[in-house]
């Protein structure tokens, strides 16, 4: 079965610079959610969209900024890199939130930012 | 804000033993809890998810209850093997983001 790809799968930035990320996620979902995981950590919640649209926003710096396409793949440009950006990042993607139940959330692989 | 625990941090258990992972929340309108295995530096398999309605779910060796109204789910692994090995995390869904809890290392030892 199709899963959720993002990429890269790596990524080395210097600090200050810019990164994007990308996630495509499987045929038929029309949600995407982006979570940070830093080592040792567990995964928070950045953003999500729904058909788009911003559906909700977690902890995500001002730095960062994403969006959603008409094809729904996702992407997520991070800008002004600081060492503490270096994370794991996913991507998941679901069936819409509709009449208030929620469907199983799919991660993909992640991304790993490491910022020098 | 939504606050989940996990009991305990870590857990070591000989081959061939059930035990329990435990996760609880704060805030109980939640709409399901979805529980995920994660193998180092990889990424998140979901094992299980439980709807608000729904008491339990089970797949294969693994069962997850829910209590609401209590705020506690709990996974149930039958039949331990080494290759379960892992960190297991437990996420609320109160609404678009899922709330995870810091995780259980597991190691089950031949």
């Known amino acids: 079965a199709a899963g959720v790809i993002q990429s890269p799968r790596h990524l080395i930035k210097e600090k200050r610079e810019t990164a994007t990320l990308k996630c495509y996620p499987i045929?038929?979902?029309?949600?995407v959610y982006w979570y940070q995981q830093g080592p040792g950590q567990d995964p928070q919640f950045l953003i999500s969209?729904?058909?788009?649209?911003?559906?909700d926003k977690g902890s995500i710096p001002d730095r960062f900024s994403a969006q959603q396409f008409s094809d729904y793949h996702s992407e997520l440009n991070m800008s002004s890199l600081e060492l503490g950006d270096s994370a794991l990042y996913f991507c998941?993607?679901?069936?819409?939130?509709?009449?208030?139940?929620?469907?199983?959330?799919?991660f993909g692989p992640g991304t790993r930012l490491t910022v020098l | 804000k939504q606050e989940v625990t996990q009991i305990p941090a870590a857990l070591s258990v000989p081959e061939g033993e059930n035990l329990v992972l435990n996760c609880s929340f704060t805030?109980?309108?939640?709409?399901?809890l979805q529980w995920f295995r994660q193998d180092p530096g990889k990424g998140l398999t979901s094992l299980l998810l439980?709807?608000?309605?729904?008491r339990e779910q089970t797949s294969g060796r693994l069962n997850a209850s829910l209590d609401k109204s209590s705020g506690r789910s709990t996974l149930y692994i039958a039949a331990s093997q080494p290759g379960d090995s892992a960190t297991y995390l437990c996420?609320?869904?109160?609404?678009?983001?899922?709330?995870f809890g810091k995780g259980t290392s597991l190691l089950v030892t031949p």
């Open positions: 969209f729904y058909e788009k649209m911003q559906s």
């Open positions: 998941a993607s679901s069936l819409s939130f509709f009449g208030g139940a929620a469907d199983t959330q799919y």
């Open positions: 439980i709807q608000s309605s729904q």
């Open positions: 045929p038929r979902h029309d949600t």
């Open positions: 996420a609320a869904n109160s609404g678009y983001a899922l709330n």
């Open positions: 805030d109980s309108a939640i709409y399901n």
